[in-house]
């Protein structure tokens, strides 16, 4: 038997359609593999795959969505982003989102105005409304429902968030490394406590 | 995609400057991944005529030039090549400016004793070519003082977008320009096909005979070519585009193709004999295609042929035989359309890509075959000379007409942004798009939606647009040209009462395990899910190898998580970390499948040595099996059932090691030290801990206690007691067997029983040893009696020299 590594989270969307009734929210991490290596590329790492399907759901839920998503996952309030048209074959319309950095001492911050000296955008986030062939396919009635669905790179916005430029440290297991970027045991975001900015 | 300011404008008439035409081709989906102003490097270049040329007092090599730069003022420059004379006309690099080839500043100085007031270049210093013989030469009427780039023709930027893989229109230029115009930029010029000349039908037989795989060949043969040179501004273009000219022919098919999206092929007429034919390639057939690299087909394929044989893989590339040279005088041109699965499987099989099949696996038009020949045939009458003959025509394309319907309502309904139905219209026109506008009482009425204003089209998307064929697709293009920067945010609405677990039991059990383990001091890692065969075998050995590995290190997918983690420590230990607390969650992929598991391994000290403690101590396989059983019970495992067994694994010490397991066949782990061999296999220095939990074989919880419910309880009032036993018990006997022996004495009574004195020495039997437990017992309806003691204490001796344990006099 022949098995195949997956190279994205993706697929999660279909399982999930095909085994759940709406209304669907789901947000899905997991580990996924690629034949790349660099510094910023490992032949492991992990992506987090978001998909809601109700009645209803258009791209305006889908932005307002991912700008509270990296607003709370940067923990900074003046994060700019901006929605490209894109292609993926299993969304449409689809959309990249970029956001908005600024160049402080020659590393990329996130955050700044676009008239910023320095301003710049990075690609951080795939995403679309999931095509209606994809909702047939899995049963449902793309007339009746309709919704999102973004995947995105979870050290990839970890290394951006952190400053990191190095992604093969993150399966290295040094202590001072482990020590320094991990959290306490019960160091949660809790809604009392905030999660983010 | 990459193509010049220029070119753009060519087909767009437009105010907007680049700026605002790069901004808008990402804003509509077209990505700019660069632009290049290669005139910028040439800034302070200019071209200028030599005026005098006398030798250098001092140097035989150098001569001293006086030049005109435009102005008439002689400057004096020291210059020291050969081709240096009065009346040249070249290139001049004034004071400040930056040699291209070397970053070199030039300035004003003095050469050998001689002031030079810049410098006459070559090709090579201005990195426009490799000649550095000499100076460059121009023609004696190029415009003197006039910046060199421009005159070049480097003063058009070029600009370099992504082209999303369903967009085969923006392949061309004129595809990117419609799409700029109805973004608003401008407007779409009409392509002007000019009428030429023909001479009668055309002589040669063309059909196709594989109307799967070819279902169109149009054709046309010129005669009386001359196939010189392409004209000075399309090599410009070619060039500045990364298209290297080859000769007018192939420029010209290269430049059709490039502008309009329309590839073509020019056959050299006396390399070819009788019918051309597209047609099935038959098995195993060769083909030397051009740069002379020979292709074996398959049945699978389409050849154009003629009684020679094949001579070009459809749509991919030419053959080397049948191309165009500086000899050619007549010429076959073929314009096809081509199925795109069958180019894109070919191109794949033969791992053959070219700017041809990119273009035709993603869709050409197929209503441009007609037009595009003309275009073509005209370029080359215009520059090659010739006439041609009419059209043949082999094959229909597929013209189908294909119909979305469409609700304007759906603008806002799935894409979020609120456009007026007319708007929607100019949008959809612009982008060629048929839309006819039923009055309201005509069409359907939009039941379903909200919006009084909707209507409900039946669209025909324009025939170069492919990608198009729902009504999502039409959402997506309104939405494209007004900009997703229109796209309002809207707060998702929030479900109604209390929140569901969202996450598996299989997930919350993680959690509970990985915090666990931060809380127990443990640091949690991510190491590779593939090992080098080696460690894979140590570990069991592997299941599944990967067949494209990154390198032999990441390459069987491991069997344990202990390897990984076991590397770790050995890195950290060469980094003089001296207490290493490692965990991992994961998975370990197993004939069966992949299995959740938790890995801790634990090197080093466990304390530093103090002076409350003194010496340093290490890991043990006591702490393993601790980390085990705390671990089990975060994660829901009854512990108090578990028993403990041999058969850790080889990896392990065979004599301190165990597994944990409920019943004798569900092993819910392994703990132990590690084998010396384990460790000399990893670096390791030092005793080493390990354990792995294998949290799929857990028995998963049922009832209400896998939530927050739990049963009412009420503490007893009354007084634990304790007793101490000491058992004389054989040497064989796993402590563990004795305590659930002493447990299960009498259930009621007894709530705990704990090892806590081991002892083999003087006065106790060679073969045995005297185990001490301590017992609790809690009463509950009234305190006990010595009665009761002594009947439960029975009990416990009776249940332990069942397994041969003596009471200790």
Redesign the interface.
Known sequence: M??L?RTHTSTVQVRTMTSQKP?I???APG?V?R???DATHT??FHQIEGL?IDK??????????L?TFLKAFFERDDITI??????FPFT????EIDIGYTLINGKRVIGGKEDDTGFGWMEVLGSG?V???VIANCGLDPKEY?GFAFGTGVDRLAMLKYGMDDLRA???????W??HY?????DVPTLSGGVGA | MKFTLSWLKDHLETTADLSTIINTL????L?VEGVEDRSAKLEGFNIARILTAAPHPQADKLQVLNVDQGDGVPLQVVCGAPNARAGLVGVFGTAGAVVPSNGMVLRVAAIRGVESNGMMCSSRELEQGDDHDGIIELPTDAPVGQPYARYAGLDDPVIDINV????PDCMGVRGIARDLAAAGLGTLRPLATPAIPTNGPCAVDIRTEDPEGCPAFYGRTIHGVTNGEAPEWMRTRLNAVGQRSISALVDITNYVMLDLNRPSHAYDLAMLKGPVVARRAAEGEKIVALKGVEYTLTSEMTVIADDNGAHDIAGIKGGEHSGCSETTTDVLLEVAYFDRERIARTGQALNLTSDARQRFERGVDPAFLDEGLEQLAALICAHCGGVASEMVRAGRPPLAPRTVVYNTGQA??????DVSPEKQVSILQSLGFTVPRHPREGGTPASSSPMLDDELWHITPPSWRPDVD????I??EV??MVG??A??????PR?DGVAKS?ATPAQKQERKVR?AA??RGL????????LPETQAVAFGGGA?A???P??EE?KVMRPSLLA??L???A??QN?S?SS?R?VEM?RRYLADGEHMTTGVVLAGDKTPRSWQTGKAQPFDAYDAKAEALALLAAAGAPVENLQVMGDAGAHFHPGQSGTLRLGPKTILASFGALHPATLKAFDLTGAVAACEIYLDAIPSKRGPSAGFMRAAFAPPALQAVTRDFAFLVPDALASDVLLRAVKSADKALITGARLFDRFAGAGVAEGMVSLAVEVTLQPSGRSLTEADLKAVSDKIVTAAAKLGAALRG
Do not use: C
């Open positions: 022949r098995m590594l209304p929210r789901i947000i580990r593999y034949s790349d290596s032949p492991m809601v209803g759901i258009h791209l305006g839920h889908l932005k307002w969505t700008e901006r929605m490209r048209p894109s292609y449409e319309p689809s959309a409304m095509h209606p062939k309709q993150f399966f290295d297991g040094d202590l001072r482990l020590g991990g959290f306490n045991a019960l | 990402t804003r509509i989906g990505e999303l893989p369903n967009r806002a309904g799935l894409g979020g942004v729902g009504s999502a697709d959402v997506e939405v494209r997703l920067d796209v309002q945010s809207v707060p998702l479900s969202t915090r931060a809380a640091n949690e890692a991510i190491t590779w899910s593939f599944w990967l067949a494209n990154i390198s990441l990984g983690l590397s770790a420590a890195r950290n980094r970390a290493i490692l994961g």
